[in-house]
C-alpha cells in the first residue's frame, strides 16, 4: 500500500507538470493556428474574389462576343438594310435578354428592337461617350447607370461595325444592371458576405443590395472608415492595378476584404466577408481546446487526434481547390506537374513521354454555338482522355482548349495509335458532330530520355509545346516529335524578340541595296530595292529570312518597315546626286504595315519630311494584299499615288496570281518572280508565260521588272521579250550604302566608255 501512495505521490507532480505543460503547449497551438486559420481567410477570400471575376468576365465576354457577331454581320453588308436586319437583332436580343439593341450612325442616332420585339428609330444616344469610344474602334461596357427607358439601372454595350477597315457604326445593346448583381450576390458563408465592382478610384460600378451596404455611398472609402496606411496602400494597388486583401473595422466587427482587377476597363471585383463568419471554425476549435485542457490527458491525446483529422480533412478541401480543374474534374497544372515527376522518378526504367495537346478552331465553339457548348465540349474531352489514360499515366487541363498527358511506352507507334484515337473520337461529341464542324487536334511529343535527369517536368512540358506551336495549318489532326532543331529555333527567337527594340534603337537594321537595270533603256543605273540586314554584335549579318518571319507574327514589323523606308528617303537625300539623275528606290511594306489606319499619312510625310520627289520612292506589295482585301487595296493604291508614289505588285507569279486581276489593281510596276528564272523553269513553255506576262503588262501601261536573275542569257532573252528592268546577281548582289555608291560610280564610268 505504501509502496503504491508513493508511486501516486510521485505521479501527482509528473500529471501536475504534464498539465502545465500540455496547457502552456496547447496556447502555443493556438497562437499557430490564429496565424495559419488567418493565412486560409486570406487566401480563400481572394480565390472567392477570383471565382467572382471569372464568372463576371465569363458574362461579360460572352455578351461582347454575342454582339461582335453581329457587328460582323452588318459589317460585311454592302448595303446595311435595317429592315431586314430587324429579326436578327430581336432574336439575338431574346437569346441574351438585352433589354434593347440597336446600331447607331455618327449622328448619334440610333435604330433597333427592345426585348418585347418592339421596333424603335431616332433615339439619340449623341450624348452619350461610350459611343465616340466605339468609334475609336474600341469595345465598351458602362458603369452602371440609370436607364431613360425604365426606372432601374443599367449597363451600355457598343462595339464597332467596322465595313473595309473603317468604323462606319456602331451596335450597342442595354442590360439591366441586375444581371451582373445577380452574379456579385451569389450567397457566400450563409449570406453574409457579399461582393461588389468597383473602379480604380474606390468608386462603385455595381454595389451589392446586402443589408449593410450604404445605398448612399459613392465609393468604398466613404463607406467603409479605413485607417490612413490601409486607404493609402488600397488607394496604390487599385490605381497601379493589383490584386491583394486587407482588414477594416466596421460597425463593432471586423471584415476581410480581397481586391482583383477584373481586366475590362478599370474595373475590380471587391469581395468582403465578415471576419467572425470566417474566424467561426477558429473560435470553435479555441473553445474545443480549453475544454480539452481542462480534461484528462487522454482528451488531450483525442483532441490532437481530431484537429489531425479536421486539419487533414481541409487539406484534402484546399488540394481540391489547389489542384483540380474547377470544370472538367481532372487535375490542374500544379497537380500534373507534382504526380508526373514522381511518376518518373519513381519509375527510372521505364519510358515516358509528354503529349501536349491543342483542340484548333475551338474558339469558335464557342463563337458559333455558345458557352454551353463550348463547355461540354471540354468535358467530354477530358472524359475521352481519362478513358484512355492507361494504369500509371495522367493527364490535365492546362489553359481552355490546352492538355497535357504523361505516358508510359515501348514503341512510337503505341503514342501515335494513342493519338490516332484521341483524334477519332474528338470528331465523335454529338453537339459538334451533327452541326458537322470540324474539329483538329495538334499534338506536341517530347520523349523523355536518361539524359533529362536535369530537366523538371515544367521544361519537358514546354518542349512538347514547342513542338505543337511548329505545327503549320494543314486542315488535318497532326503530330511532331520535338527536335532540338526545334528548341535551338525556339530560344533564337526568344533571344531576337528580347533584343529587337533595343536593337532597332542602337540602329543595328541595316539598309542593303541591289541594284536595277534597265535593260530597256541602255542599261542605265535606274534604281535600287531597299533591303534589310541585322548586323548583330555577336553573330554579324543576318539574313532576313532569320527574322522576318517572327516579327511578321509579332507584329514588330511595322516598326522595321517604317525604320526601312525612313533609312530609304535618308539615303536618297544624302546620296541620289551621286547616283544617278533619275533614281527610285523600291521600299517592301508587310500586310500588318498596310493596315495601319495612319499608313497613308505617315509614309506621305516621312516622304515630304527627306524632301524626296514625287515618283522617286516606290512601294512594293505582294499579291496577298490583294486576296485579303482587293477593294481596299485599290482604294490605298489610289491614295499613295494622289500622294507621289509608285506602286508595284512583287512576286508575281509565287503564288495564286492570276492576269486576270491585273486589269483591276492600278499598279505601275510589275516584278516577276525569281521562280521564272531558275534552271528547272527555263523551259520553252516557261519564256512563253513569261512573254505573256511582259505583253500583258504593256498592254495595261506597266513596267516590269524581273529579280533574281543570274546570267546574262537571261537578260538577253528578256530584253528580246520586251523586259523593262533587271535586278539580280548578273548585275550585282545586295551592297551596303557605300558598296552601292561605289557599285554605282562604276557602273556610269564603264557606261560612258561604252559611249
Given at each position: 500500500m505504501r509502496d503504491i501512495l508513493e508511486k501516486r505521490d510521485k505521479l501527482i507532480p509528473i500529471a501536475i507538470a504534464f498539465c502545465i505543460a500540455?496547457?502552456?503547449?496547447?496556447?502555443?497551438?493556438?497562437?499557430?493556428?490564429?496565424?495559419?486559420?488567418?493565412?486560409?481567410?486570406?487566401?480563400y477570400t481572394m480565390d472567392a474574389a477570383e471565382q467572382s471575376k471569372n464568372t463576371i468576365l465569363k458574362q461579360i465576354t460572352g455578351d461582347f462576343q454575342t454582339l461582335d457577331g453581329i457587328a460582323k454581320l452588318i459589317g460585311s453588308m454592302d448595303v446595311v438594310d435595317y429592315d431586314a436586319l430587324m429579326p436578327t437583332l430581336e432574336s439575338v436580343n431574346n437569346e441574351n435578354n438585352f433589354i434593347r439593341m440597336g446600331f447607331t450612325d455618327r449622328t448619334g442616332i440610333t435604330h433597333g428592337v427592345d426585348i418585347e420585339g418592339i421596333p424603335y428609330t431616332n433615339v439619340n444616344l449623341r450624348d452619350k461617350g461610350f459611343v465616340e469610344k466605339a468609334y475609336d474602334g474600341q469595345k465598351v461596357i458602362t458603369k452602371t447607370q440609370t436607364a431613360k427607358i425604365g426606372d432601374f439601372y443599367v449597363n451600355y454595350y457598343a462595339v464597332p461595325i467596322i465595313r473595309n477597315g473603317v468604323v462606319e457604326n456602331v451596335l450597342c445593346a442595354v442590360n439591366k444592371a441586375d444581371t451582373l448583381r445577380n452574379i456579385l450576390d451569389t450567397s457566400m458563408f450563409g449570406g453574409k458576405g457579399f461582393v461588389h465592382i468597383i473602379d480604380s478610384d474606390g468608386k462603385f460600378v455595381i454595389r451589392s443590395i446586402?443589408?449593410?451596404?450604404?445605398?448612399?455611398?459613392?465609393?468604398?472609402?466613404?463607406?467603409?472608415?479605413?485607417?490612413?496606411?490601409?486607404?493609402?496602400?488600397?488607394?496604390?494597388?487599385?490605381?497601379?492595378?493589383?490584386?491583394?486583401?486587407?482588414?477594416?473595422?466596421?460597425?463593432?466587427?471586423?471584415?476581410?476584404?480581397?481586391?482583383?482587377?477584373?481586366?475590362?476597363?478599370?474595373?475590380?471585383?471587391?469581395?468582403?466577408?465578415?471576419?467572425?463568419?470566417?474566424?467561426?471554425?477558429?473560435?470553435?476549435?479555441?473553445?474545443?481546446?480549453?475544454?480539452?485542457?481542462?480534461?484528462?490527458?487522454?482528451?488531450?491525446?483525442?483532441?490532437?487526434?481530431?484537429?489531425?483529422?479536421?486539419?487533414?480533412?481541409?487539406?484534402?478541401?484546399?488540394?481540391?481547390?489547389?489542384?483540380v480543374d474547377p470544370l472538367t474534374g481532372c487535375r490542374n497544372e500544379q497537380k500534373f506537374l507534382r504526380d508526373g515527376m514522381e511518376m518518373i522518378n519513381g519509375n527510372p526504367h521505364k519510358k515516358y513521354a509528354v503529349i501536349y495537346s491543342d483542340i484548333k478552331n475551338f474558339k469558335y465553339v464557342n463563337d458559333l454555338f455558345g458557352y454551353d457548348v463550348g463547355d461540354g465540349l471540354l468535358r467530354y474531352w477530358a472524359d475521352t482522355l481519362s478513358n484512355l489514360m492507361r494504369e500509371g499515366e495522367i493527364f490535365a487541363r492546362l489553359t481552355i482548349d490546352h492538355f497535357v498527358s504523361l505516358h508510359s511506352y515501348e514503341t512510337k507507334e503505341e503514342l501515335e495509335q494513342i493519338f490516332s484515337a484521341a483524334a477519332s473520337r474528338l470528331q465523335e461529341y454529338p453537339k459538334i458532330k451533327e452541326r458537322k464542324f470540324n474539329l483538329?487536334?495538334?499534338?506536341?511529343?517530347?520523349?523523355?530520355?536518361?539524359?533529362?535527369?536535369?530537366?523538371?517536368?515544367?521544361?519537358?512540358l514546354n518542349r512538347a509545346n514547342v513542338a505543337e506551336k511548329s505545327i503549320k495549318n494543314s486542315g488535318?489532326?497532326?503530330?511532331?516529335?520535338?527536335?532540338?532543331?526545334?528548341?535551338?529555333?525556339?530560344?533564337?527567337?526568344?533571344?531576337?524578340?528580347?533584343?529587337?527594340?533595343?536593337?532597332?534603337?542602337?540602329?543595328?537594321?541595316?539598309?542593303?541595296?541591289?541594284?536595277?537595270?534597265?535593260?530597256?533603256?541602255?542599261?542605265?543605273?535606274?534604281?535600287?530595292?531597299?533591303?534589310?540586314?541585322?548586323?548583330?554584335?555577336?553573330?554579324?549579318?543576318?539574313?532576313?529570312?532569320?527574322?522576318?518571319p517572327l516579327f511578321e507574327r509579332n507584329g514588330f514589323i511595322v516598326h522595321l518597315d517604317r525604320y526601312m523606308f525612313e533609312s530609304s528617303c535618308r539615303f536618297y537625300r544624302d546620296n541620289v546626286a551621286s547616283v544617278d539623275g533619275e533614281f527610285t528606290i523600291s521600299v517592301n511594306v508587310s500586310r500588318k504595315g498596310l493596315w495601319q489606319s495612319d499608313f497613308v499619312e505617315w509614309y506621305t510625310e516621312t516622304k515630304k519630311r527627306y524632301g524626296v520627289p514625287d515618283g522617286c520612292m516606290e512601294l512594293e506589295f505582294t499579291e496577298d494584299f490583294v486576296i485579303e482585301d482587293k477593294e481596299m487595296f485599290i482604294d490605298t493604291v489610289r491614295q499613295l499615288h494622289?500622294?507621289?508614289?509608285?506602286?508595284?505588285?512583287?512576286d508575281f507569279g509565287a503564288g495564286q496570281s492570276s492576269l486576270n486581276v491585273l486589269?483591276?489593281?492600278?499598279?505601275?510596276?510589275?516584278?516577276?518572280?525569281?521562280?521564272?528564272?531558275?534552271?528547272?523553269?527555263?523551259?520553252?513553255?516557261?519564256?512563253?508565260?513569261?512573254?505573256?506576262?511582259?505583253?500583258?503588262?504593256?498592254?495595261?501601261?506597266?513596267?516590269?521588272?524581273?529579280?533574281?536573275?543570274?546570267?546574262?542569257?537571261?537578260?538577253?532573252?528578256?530584253?528580246?521579250?520586251?523586259?523593262?528592268?533587271?535586278?539580280?546577281?548578273?548585275?550585282?548582289?545586295?551592297?551596303?550604302?557605300?558598296?552601292?555608291?561605289?557599285?554605282?560610280?562604276?557602273?556610269?564610268?564603264?557606261?560612258?566608255?561604252?559611249?
Amino acid at each position: 500500500m505504501r509502496d503504491i501512495l508513493e508511486k501516486r505521490d510521485k505521479l501527482i507532480p509528473i500529471a501536475i507538470a504534464f498539465c502545465i505543460a500540455f496547457v502552456g503547449l496547447s496556447i502555443l497551438f493556438l497562437n499557430y493556428s490564429r496565424g495559419l486559420n488567418e493565412q486560409e481567410i486570406c487566401a480563400y477570400t481572394m480565390d472567392a474574389a477570383e471565382q467572382s471575376k471569372n464568372t463576371i468576365l465569363k458574362q461579360i465576354t460572352g455578351d461582347f462576343q454575342t454582339l461582335d457577331g453581329i457587328a460582323k454581320l452588318i459589317g460585311s453588308m454592302d448595303v446595311v438594310d435595317y429592315d431586314a436586319l430587324m429579326p436578327t437583332l430581336e432574336s439575338v436580343n431574346n437569346e441574351n435578354n438585352f433589354i434593347r439593341m440597336g446600331f447607331t450612325d455618327r449622328t448619334g442616332i440610333t435604330h433597333g428592337v427592345d426585348i418585347e420585339g418592339i421596333p424603335y428609330t431616332n433615339v439619340n444616344l449623341r450624348d452619350k461617350g461610350f459611343v465616340e469610344k466605339a468609334y475609336d474602334g474600341q469595345k465598351v461596357i458602362t458603369k452602371t447607370q440609370t436607364a431613360k427607358i425604365g426606372d432601374f439601372y443599367v449597363n451600355y454595350y457598343a462595339v464597332p461595325i467596322i465595313r473595309n477597315g473603317v468604323v462606319e457604326n456602331v451596335l450597342c445593346a442595354v442590360n439591366k444592371a441586375d444581371t451582373l448583381r445577380n452574379i456579385l450576390d451569389t450567397s457566400m458563408f450563409g449570406g453574409k458576405g457579399f461582393v461588389h465592382i468597383i473602379d480604380s478610384d474606390g468608386k462603385f460600378v455595381i454595389r451589392s443590395i446586402h443589408p449593410s451596404v450604404d445605398s448612399d455611398a459613392l465609393s468604398i472609402y466613404e463607406h467603409y472608415k479605413l485607417d490612413s496606411e490601409t486607404k493609402d496602400r488600397l488607394e496604390a494597388d487599385l490605381l497601379e492595378g493589383n490584386a491583394g486583401t486587407t482588414t477594416y473595422p466596421f460597425e463593432n466587427e471586423g471584415r476581410w476584404a480581397a481586391y482583383t482587377p477584373i481586366g475590362i476597363n478599370d474595373w475590380y471585383v471587391f469581395c468582403v466577408v465578415p471576419k467572425d463568419e470566417v474566424n467561426r471554425n477558429y473560435i470553435q476549435m479555441s473553445i474545443g481546446i480549453i475544454g480539452i485542457i481542462i480534461g484528462a490527458s487522454l482528451i488531450f491525446l483525442f483532441f490532437l487526434l481530431y484537429i489531425k483529422m479536421l486539419n487533414d480533412r481541409r487539406r484534402r478541401e484546399l488540394e481540391k481547390i489547389a489542384f483540380v480543374d474547377p470544370l472538367t474534374g481532372c487535375r490542374n497544372e500544379q497537380k500534373f506537374l507534382r504526380d508526373g515527376m514522381e511518376m518518373i522518378n519513381g519509375n527510372p526504367h521505364k519510358k515516358y513521354a509528354v503529349i501536349y495537346s491543342d483542340i484548333k478552331n475551338f474558339k469558335y465553339v464557342n463563337d458559333l454555338f455558345g458557352y454551353d457548348v463550348g463547355d461540354g465540349l471540354l468535358r467530354y474531352w477530358a472524359d475521352t482522355l481519362s478513358n484512355l489514360m492507361r494504369e500509371g499515366e495522367i493527364f490535365a487541363r492546362l489553359t481552355i482548349d490546352h492538355f497535357v498527358s504523361l505516358h508510359s511506352y515501348e514503341t512510337k507507334e503505341e503514342l501515335e495509335q494513342i493519338f490516332s484515337a484521341a483524334a477519332s473520337r474528338l470528331q465523335e461529341y454529338p453537339k459538334i458532330k451533327e452541326r458537322k464542324f470540324n474539329l483538329e487536334l495538334y499534338a506536341g511529343i517530347y520523349l523523355i530520355n536518361g539524359a533529362d535527369n536535369r530537366l523538371t517536368l515544367r521544361d519537358m512540358l514546354n518542349r512538347a509545346n514547342v513542338a505543337e506551336k511548329s505545327i503549320k495549318n494543314s486542315g488535318k489532326s497532326s503530330f511532331v516529335y520535338y527536335s532540338k532543331e526545334m528548341r535551338d529555333k525556339y530560344l533564337q527567337e526568344i533571344e531576337m524578340e528580347s533584343h529587337m527594340e533595343e536593337a532597332l534603337q542602337q540602329e543595328e537594321f541595316k539598309l542593303f541595296l541591289q541594284p536595277k537595270i534597265a535593260i530597256g533603256y541602255d542599261n542605265r543605273l535606274f534604281g535600287a530595292e531597299a533591303l534589310v540586314r541585322w548586323d548583330r554584335p555577336d553573330s554579324g549579318l543576318l539574313p532576313p529570312a532569320v527574322f522576318i518571319p517572327l516579327f511578321e507574327r509579332n507584329g514588330f514589323i511595322v516598326h522595321l518597315d517604317r525604320y526601312m523606308f525612313e533609312s530609304s528617303c535618308r539615303f536618297y537625300r544624302d546620296n541620289v546626286a551621286s547616283v544617278d539623275g533619275e533614281f527610285t528606290i523600291s521600299v517592301n511594306v508587310s500586310r500588318k504595315g498596310l493596315w495601319q489606319s495612319d499608313f497613308v499619312e505617315w509614309y506621305t510625310e516621312t516622304k515630304k519630311r527627306y524632301g524626296v520627289p514625287d515618283g522617286c520612292m516606290e512601294l512594293e506589295f505582294t499579291e496577298d494584299f490583294v486576296i485579303e482585301d482587293k477593294e481596299m487595296f485599290i482604294d490605298t493604291v489610289r491614295q499613295l499615288h494622289e500622294n507621289g508614289f509608285l506602286c508595284s505588285l512583287d512576286d508575281f507569279g509565287a503564288g495564286q496570281s492570276s492576269l486576270n486581276v491585273l486589269k483591276d489593281i492600278p499598279v505601275d510596276i510589275l516584278k516577276l518572280d525569281m521562280l521564272f528564272f531558275r534552271g528547272e523553269q527555263q523551259s520553252e513553255r516557261g519564256w512563253k508565260l513569261v512573254k505573256s506576262i511582259i505583253g500583258m503588262a504593256k498592254a495595261l501601261s506597266m513596267k516590269t521588272v524581273s529579280e533574281g536573275v543570274e546570267s546574262s542569257e537571261q537578260v538577253t532573252t528578256l530584253k528580246k521579250l520586251g523586259c523593262d528592268y533587271i535586278q539580280g546577281y548578273v548585275f550585282s548582289k545586295p551592297l551596303s550604302e557605300k558598296g552601292f555608291i561605289d557599285f554605282a560610280d562604276r557602273w556610269r564610268q564603264a557606261k560612258k566608255q561604252n559611249e
